[in-house]
């Protein structure tokens, strides 16, 4: 199998890991699957490329998750928690009308054109890596991946946040009982989960092309990529992430026509297999 | 958890036993079957008067339109009212059924009604598919799944292997000048007056078909269930059965609005599997009102009338995602369902206002 392949799948299960791990988080926290999550990376994406035209690329790294976490934190204060005793699945249809919004608004901001970003300069190129050739922009964004797993898991086990935020997606009631602030903890987490989904946008951006339909088209990956995990678990999304980028991109190999259905015929095995997904508890 | 999607009214199972049931309750049942019954013959007697009453060419292909996408709203909200549980998938049977008709006539040359029945039974048995994977899931899990497993289809029938079947995103023209559906040349087909009645009819026969299932025994099964699957399970029901034959029921509905829509339109495109017509179809049943009868047929005709108005500029969407955010968070249960509660609200403020009559109960779950 060549390397160049399999780093291409990481490069892929990089980004699913980070926009699942944001979407397990939320579906934790609230129990809503937010739909608006492929619009979110996509606003990522689309910010990106306008910080990157005006400032620099870096800039972007930093603007577009910031923009994306006040955004989060509008859907949070307008539409989770004032829906929080409502039907799980009405809230989730909300966001589902959200996506077709945001979707829309950015068309009408930036065009339906297909915009490209470039790489920043110094990572252009390629990097060798065991004897071939790999670009060095996409290195970068398996590393940022990467530290930021480790670092979203260490900080959910290691600190006190982290601590409310497991009880929380654990038990929200018995959580509020004990004293924890769950208004206080979803902010964060959907603050955070918007976040990740713009970093994500923004990583993207450069390697995949920036276009309207590159919402629906990740967010029904990451969908199966939670549901595979086992819905609410971070460890699992994330493994489930990364193991579907690299079987994806590496099937493509095998069998170029059918290497899209790879998820789904992932998606119909772990079913049949474990209903409640790899990571999941049995309800 | 009380459903305000579906506004479901409570659940009241009366004792099933003949001895507590008085005769006169049995008749109020039986008369109700009957009103029921006579309300939608009335309903579709008046709607094949629509052609005559709709002057242009343009206004009559929209309300035709609406009907079809009415099949797949009212198959959507005949799984959201009796088991609470949400669809994105059916556009698999609806696009698997117009498919059907294409590749039917195109490659295997089969007349229109041969074509029709096939893509019906290829429609239902995807459900079968489907349904035996997503059905034990509830909830979230079964949105996820439904929306996933839909999408499936729509990446498989727009990939290069697909080509010589489906066209991919070129779509495939059904030529149908070799044969007749219900006695329909392709030029009546492509017709919408001279087609209308067809589609009207078949949506009645369908909306009463699920009209009865849901008052059957089977439907009060599925509410049971929709409510409280363990208690349901304790009880000595088979829970996995019920969901499974209903899933089965509503998939058939959206089929047959799919095949529908093959021979009107003479053109199937990936774009009736996506992602954006499974929201559309579910838009228009949350708007119209999920847990009324009439409500998806209802939204489904609003739907494609103000979308022939607004999408001036190419903001369907943006108007269409609007509308949904305002009905969950304003109006839940829909334009048909705020409107029934409301005048069942004024019918009880006016009945406790006059003496208690001795007229026989009405029954709370009338959802005609």
């Known amino acids: ?283 | 958890m009380t459903d305000n999607l579906t506004g479901a009214p409570e659940l009241t199972i009366t004792p099933g036993g003949s001895d507590s049931q008085t005769r006169l309750g049995t008749i109020a049942r039986h008369r109700h079957w009957l009103v029921g019954g006579g309300i939608i013959a009335v309903i579709t007697l008046l709607g094949l008067a629509v052609p005559y009453l709709v002057s242009s060419k343009f206004n009559m292909g929209l309300v035709l339109d609406g009907v079809i996408l009415a099949f797949l709203a009212l198959s959507i909200g005949f799984l959201a009212r009796h088991l609470g549980l949400i669809s994105l998938g059916h556009t698999a049977f609806f696009g698997g059924a117009a498919y059907t008709v294409g590749i039917g006539i195109g490659r295997w040359s089969m007349t229109p009604t041969v074509a029709f029945v096939v893509a019906v039974v290829v429609g239902t048995l995807l459900a079968l598919i489907m349904g035996v994977l997503v059905v034990r899931s509830t909830g979230m899990t079964f949105l996820m799944l439904t929306l996933a497993l839909g999408q499936a289809l729509y990446q498989f029938s727009t990939q290069r292997i697909a080509i010589p079947w489906t066209g991919a995103h070129d779509g495939l023209q059904i030529d149908l000048s070799g044969g007749t559906f219900l006695g329909l040349t392709q030029k009546s087909m492509m017709n919408a007056a001279l087609f209308w009645p067809v589609a009207w009819v078949l949506l009645m026969v369908c909306a009463l078909w699920l009209w009865i299932t849901g008052r059957s025994r089977f439907g009060t099964v599925l509410e049971g269930i929709r409510e409280n699957e363990e208690r349901m399970r304790f009880s000595g029901f088979n829970t996995d059965l019920p969901r499974l034959i209903a899933f089965v029921v509503s998939g058939c509905v959206a089929s047959i609005g799919g095949a529908l829509f093959a021979l009107n339109a003479a053109y199937v495109s990936p774009e009736l599997l996506s992602f954006t017509k499974a929201g559309d179809a579910l838009t228009a049943a949350i708007v119209g009102g999920l847990g009324v009868l009439a409500g998806p047929i209802f939204g489904a005709i609003v739907y494609v009338l103000a979308q022939s108005r607004f999408n001036t500029s190419g903001n369907l969407h943006l108007y269409t995602g609007i509308a949904l955010v305002l009905v969950l968070m304003f109006l839940p249960g829909g334009i048909l369902g705020s409107l029934e509660k409301w005048v069942r609200g004024r019918l009880s403020r006016r009945r406790q206002a006059t003496p208690p009559s001795t007229s026989e109960p009405s029954s709370p779950e009338d959802q005609s």
């Open chain 1, 1 to 283: 199998m060549d390397l160049t392949q399999l780093l291409n799948g990481i490069a892929l299960g990089s980004l699913l890991m980070i926009l699942s791990s944001g979407l397990a988080m939320i579906y934790g926290l609230r129990g809503v699957t937010n739909f608006a999550h492929g619009a979110l990376y996509m606003a990522g994406a689309y910010i990106a490329y306008s910080v990157a035209q005006q400032v620099s690329f870096w800039a972007a790294l930093i603007a577009a998750p910031l923009v994306l976490a006040a955004l989060g934190a509008v859907l949070e204060l307008v539409f989770f928690r004032r829906l929080q005793h409502r039907n799980h699945i009405e809230v989730g249809l909300v966001t589902f009308g959200l996506a077709m919004i945001i979707e829309r608004v950015i068309v009408i901001i930036w065009g339906e054109r297909t915009l490209s970003v470039d790489a920043p300069p110094g990572l252009t190129g390629t990097t060798s890596v065991l004897g071939s050739d790999y670009p060095s922009y996409r290195l970068l964004v398996i590393g940022i991946a990467l530290a930021l797993a480790v670092g979203l898991v260490y900080w959910l086990r290691k600190s006190r946040v982290g601590l409310h935020i497991r009880a929380a997606s654990h038990d929200v009631e018995t959580s509020a009982i004990l004293g924890i602030n769950v208004d206080r903890v979803s902010l964060l987490v959907v603050c955070i989960g918007a976040a990740l989904a713009g970093l994500a946008g923004t990583l993207a951006a450069p390697y995949v092309s920036v276009h309207p339909a590159m919402g629906v088209a990740i967010l029904i990956q990451v969908l199966i990529v939670v549901v595979i995990g086992g819905a609410g678990s971070i460890g699992g999304a994330m493994l489930a992430g990364m193991a579907l980028g690299i079987l994806q991109t590496v099937g493509a190999i095998w069998a170029p026509s059918l290497s899209v259905l790879i998820p789904y015929a992932a998606l119909v095995v772990v079913l049949l297999w474990r209903p409640q997904g790899l990571a999941g508890k049995r309800a």
